[in-house]
């Protein structure tokens, strides 16, 4: 099944490579600043693959949301023999489109700012990251857990959805609601600064891996009512 839907899922392998070509477009003009003193001006260019990176969240959480709506589950359901196996093919796709847009986009990064240096020469680098081979290996691993949040959260929100049209609007309305209302209490988006604040990596990966969990329960139930 798994090898099925991920053929049937091809053309969203390829729009992956799309947003990295547009992500590239921003990133090759790096982010500015200038700095004017006594009539000379100053300007920094910084090269980050953060774009690309952010990039590949959205296009992760775009393909959540796809393997969510009545066309996409009508196809699958002609070679997934039940709702849970189609579940369980769909945590295995997740994992494997996390792998392939944590490696492409990390890698891309790292080959953008080689680029850069090669262009401009090193004469003209102010500073530069070296980077390790173990921090590329953390680089992609931190991205491949943000990929699993992100996708997990989108296929839930696909689930809810899809018990009527009205969603479509409500869960919108509450989600905002919800960061209104932790940003009051906690003077922070406490939803993403939970993850993003993290700087100890085994408590981020619990983090990550207790929300997937739990994101991939409540789809699971809402979509027992579908039937």
Request: proline share 0%; aromatic share 18%; net charge neutral.
């Amino acid at each position: 099944q798994l090898f099925c839907k991920l053929k049937a899922y091809h053309n969203l392998i390829g729009t992956l490579f799309l947003f990295h070509i547009i992500a590239l477009f921003f990133s090759i003009s790096g982010q500015s600043s200038s700095v004017i003193n006594d009539y000379v001006t100053i300007t920094n260019h910084t090269y980050t693959a953060d774009i690309i990176i952010v990039f590949s969240f959205i296009w992760i959480l775009t393909v959540s949301f796809y393997m969510t709506n009545r066309t996409s589950k009508n196809v699958m359901f002609s070679f997934v023999m039940s709702k849970m196996s189609n579940h369980v093919a769909n945590i295995l796709c997740m994992l494997c489109l996390s792998t392939l847009g944590a490696i492409s986009s990390v890698l891309l990064g790292v080959a953008t700012r080689l680029g850069m240096i090669f262009y401009y020469g090193f004469d003209h680098m102010f500073t530069y990251e070296s980077l390790s081979i173990s921090q590329l290996f953390v680089a992609i691993l931190v991205v491949f857990l943000y990929n699993v949040l992100i996708f997990s959260f989108g296929y839930m929100i696909g689930e809810i959805i899809q018990l009527h049209r009205s969603f479509v609007l409500l869960v919108p309305i509450v989600l905002f609601g919800l960061l209104i209302f932790t940003v009051n209490i906690f003077n922070e988006a406490y939803m993403f600064t939970f993850y993003i604040m993290e700087t100890n990596l085994f408590i981020f990966i619990v983090k990550v891996l207790g929300s997937t969990v739990l994101f991939w329960v409540i789809a699971i139930q809402v979509s027992k009512r579908l039937e």
